[in-house]
């Protein structure tokens, strides 16, 4: 298909169906220590990757709504509310018992359901993801916050009892940490904020949280439900310039978790800014590289298969995704014929269409960027070898598999984070492996191979060089039971549905010699209920 082709696929509104069409939603309150403050201020104009002919056939952004843009004041007055609601650990968030503040999160959730249409419906028009995915990244993330309460009964039912060593009596629990910071990324706006901001909350914390730049309107449905469901100033939301309100806020001291899902640049940036890092713990999924490798004696139907899910789903912005491919030059020809076919294969269109794998790009600049990429492969002696790759109109921009990449190539050590999939040719595996040494990143890579040694000889050194290796599949964050790191500039923390939880909390201990007059104490403020961290309640 042409360039023509691809503008083609772009509706005009009498053909967007009537369950998906929007009516532009301008937001102009947000949520600060319990209350909807109205905001007369300036706004920041939200346009859709989904472009509409205008009146001249020129293709345009569909405009979805507007969001405040605060300012530095107001930031430090969201800090402010997040402080004293935690009060120094002596508010009624970090003071309630874990059952009750379960219990506000399962009245969140429930409110949060009643949202489901529209949240779903905002993140295909905000960041042009197919419905499919939309509903999944919804559905995923109320997964996770039921997982996440599970765990956390769990957990405590594990501590909800006394230990007694070398004559000493004592009770091991978790307590939060203090004020979080947590700013969620545009690729999956919803649930990777939420793997956050879920645990954050539920551990007693109080939160100052950022909404991405695209991606920001969806989480405006769900505000009153924070609002309704947790203790005033336990949420409150911050929106703006990042360059604008995050510095004060930082520069204060006064956060005590800052996570973010987003750039190491970003990151470097803001832990700079705080006066004590030795008190700043950081929570942080960060840049990507993720490499595959194709051996030799590799099933080539399932690399093929697991290299286009896992390079490509969401047109390959996810930071799991599956960023560059090496493959053994003895069957490089063979996979990049099978592969190419493939990726040809893939449905462009709009993200309510059905079948649609290939969506408008939510950042305005993403296909430019793209497209010098592969004008810098192409001047270092690559090419496009799949029909029709790196064709683009507007937002839209055909997958392209780029072949040979090699040192030199900004396809080489750039994360791309969009649909291309640079190939790289190799002889021997210790090619491979010196990449990964190299690498800045150190997330996942995948090994593709049926000879078990030789996948053996891989895994030991690649697990001292990547957080995750996978056998014959794509690289992925889940299941979320599962440890979701990196290394290097991949990540900072550990996130997973029991990680996470600890992550946002410390493990504090109350404790006494063992004689009869202390046992005395310990049983009467038990007995009586006198304390809500010192306690043998049970969760059911």
Same mark, same amino acid.
């Given at each position: 298909?042409?360039?023509?082709?691809?503008?083609?696929?772009?509706?005009?509104?009498?053909?967007?169906?009537?369950?998906?069409?929007?009516?532009?939603?301008?937001?102009?309150?947000?949520? @600060?220590?319990?209350?909807?403050?109205?905001?007369?201020?300036?706004?920041?104009?939200?346009?859709?990757?989904?472009?509409?002919?205008?009146?001249?056939? #020129?293709?345009?952004?569909?405009?979805?709504?507007?969001?405040?843009?605060?300012?530095?004041?107001?930031?430090?007055?969201?800090?402010?509310?997040?402080?004293?609601?935690?009060?120094?650990?002596?508010?009624?968030?970090?003071?309630?018992?874990?059952?009750?503040?379960?219990?506000?999160?399962?009245?969140?959730?429930?409110k949060m359901l009643e949202q489901k249409k529209l949240v779903v419906n905002l993140i295909m028009w905000e960041i042009g993801k197919n419905l499919?995915?939309?509903?999944?990244?919804?559905?995923?993330?109320?997964?996770?916050?039921?997982?996440?309460?599970?765990?956390?009964?769990?957990?405590?039912?594990?501590?909800?009892?006394?230990?007694? &060593?070398?004559?000493?009596?004592?009770?091991?629990?978790?307590?939060?940490?203090?004020?979080?910071?947590?700013?969620?990324?545009?690729?999956?706006?919803?649930?990777?904020?939420?793997?956050? @901001?879920?645990?954050?909350?539920?551990?007693?914390?109080?939160?100052?949280?950022?909404?991405?730049?695209?991606?920001?309107?969806?989480?405006?449905?769900?505000?009153?439900?924070?609002?309704?469901?947790?203790?005033?100033?336990?949420?409150?939301?911050?929106?703006?310039?990042?360059?604008?309100?995050?510095?004060?806020?930082?520069?204060?001291?006064?956060?005590?978790?800052?996570?973010?899902?987003?750039?190491?640049?970003?990151?470097?940036?803001?832990?700079?800014?705080?006066?004590?890092?030795?008190?700043?713990?950081?929570?942080?999924?960060?840049?990507?590289?993720?490499?595959?490798?194709?051996?030799?004696?590799?099933?080539?139907?399932?690399?093929?298969?697991?290299?286009?899910?896992?390079?490509?789903?969401?047109?390959?912005?996810?930071?799991?995704?599956? #960023?560059?491919?090496?493959?053994?030059?003895?069957?490089?020809?063979?996979?990049?014929?099978?592969?190419?076919?493939?990726?040809?294969?893939?449905?462009?269109?709009?993200?309510?269409?059905?079948?649609?794998?290939?969506?408008?790009?939510?950042?305005?600049?993403?296909?430019?960027?793209?497209?010098?990429?592969?004008?810098?492969? &192409?001047?270092?002696?690559?090419?496009?070898?799949?029909?029709?790759?790196?064709?683009?109109?507007?937002?839209?921009?055909?997958?392209?598999?780029?072949?040979?990449?090699?040192?030199?190539?900004?396809?080489?050590?750039?994360?791309?984070?969009?649909?291309?999939?640079?190939?790289?040719?190799?002889?021997?595996?210790?090619?491979?492996?010196?990449?990964?040494?190299?690498?800045?990143?150190?997330?996942?890579?995948?090994?593709?191979?049926?000879?078990?040694? #030789?996948?053996?000889?891989?895994?030991?050194?690649l697990v001292n060089l990547v957080s995750r290796v996978n056998i014959n599949?794509?690289?992925?964050?889940?299941?979320?039971?599962?440890?979701?790191?990196?290394?290097?500039?991949?990540?900072?923390?550990?996130?997973?549905?029991?990680?996470?939880?600890?992550?946002?909390?410390?493990?504090?201990?109350?404790?006494?010699?063992?004689?009869?007059?202390?046992?005395?104490?310990?049983?009467?403020?038990?007995?009586?209920?006198?304390?809500?961290?010192?306690?043998?309640?049970?969760?059911?």
């Open positions: 298909m042409n360039t023509q082709g691809l503008s083609q696929l772009f509706p005009t509104e009498d053909q967007i169906p009537a369950d998906y069409r929007i009516e532009p939603i301008h937001q102009r309150e947000y949520l @600060l220590n319990g209350e909807m403050r109205p905001w007369d201020g300036p706004v920041s104009e939200v346009f859709s990757p989904i472009c509409i002919p205008g009146a001249d056939g #020129k293709l345009e952004r569909k405009l979805v709504g507007s969001f405040p843009v605060t300012g530095p004041d107001e930031a430090l007055e969201a800090l402010n509310a997040a402080v004293e609601a935690y009060d120094n650990g002596r508010g009624e968030w970090p003071q309630m018992s874990v059952a009750d503040r379960i219990g506000c999160m399962e009245t969140f959730v429930g499919a995915d939309s509903t999944k990244e919804f559905d995923r993330t109320v997964k996770y916050i039921y997982d996440t309460i599970d765990t956390l009964k769990t957990m405590d039912r594990n501590s909800s009892r006394f230990r007694m &060593e070398e004559g000493i009596i004592g009770q091991i629990r978790r307590s939060p940490l203090g004020v979080v910071l947590a700013m969620g990324p545009f690729n999956y706006p919803l649930n990777e904020t939420y793997t956050t @901001l879920i645990p954050a909350i539920l551990m007693g914390n109080t939160i100052l949280f950022k909404t991405p730049k695209h991606g920001s309107l969806l989480h405006y449905p769900l505000l009153e439900a924070f609002r309704t469901s947790f203790p005033k100033g336990v949420v409150n939301s911050l929106y703006g310039r990042g360059a604008n309100v995050i510095p004060p806020v930082m520069q204060s001291g006064k956060v005590n978790v800052l996570t973010l899902i987003g750039s190491s640049r970003v990151a470097d940036e803001l832990q700079r800014q705080h006066p004590k890092l030795n008190r700043l713990r950081s929570i942080m999924s960060l840049d990507a590289k993720n490499a595959a490798i194709i051996l030799p004696d590799a099933d080539l139907d399932v690399a093929v298969k697991e290299c286009l899910l896992g390079a490509l789903s969401f047109n390959g912005q996810r930071c799991t995704a599956i #960023k560059i491919v090496w493959v053994h030059r003895s069957v490089a020809d063979e996979f990049l014929k099978r592969f190419s076919a493939e990726v040809s294969k893939l449905k462009p269109g709009m993200p309510w269409s059905d079948g649609v794998q290939i969506t408008p790009l939510p950042e305005p600049g993403k296909p430019d960027y793209l497209a010098d990429c592969i004008q810098d492969a &192409e001047a270092h002696g690559a090419s496009i070898v799949n029909e029709g790759g790196g064709e683009v109109s507007a937002s839209l921009f055909r997958p392209a598999v780029v072949y040979p990449v090699k040192e030199g190539m900004k396809l080489y050590r750039e994360e791309q984070f969009g649909p291309i999939i640079p190939v790289v040719p190799f002889d021997d595996v210790e090619e491979f492996i010196d990449y990964l040494i190299t690498d800045d990143h150190g997330m996942q890579a995948s090994i593709f191979g049926t000879d078990t040694e #030789k996948i053996a000889r891989l895994i030991d050194p599949a794509q690289c992925q964050r889940g299941p979320d039971t599962f440890p979701f790191t990196g290394r290097k500039d991949s990540a900072e923390g550990t996130l997973s549905v029991e990680d996470a939880l600890r992550s946002f909390s410390i493990r504090s201990a109350v404790a006494t010699k063992d004689t009869p007059a202390n046992k005395e104490i310990l049983n009467d403020i038990v007995g009586n209920h006198k304390s809500e961290f010192l306690s043998t309640n049970f969760i059911f």
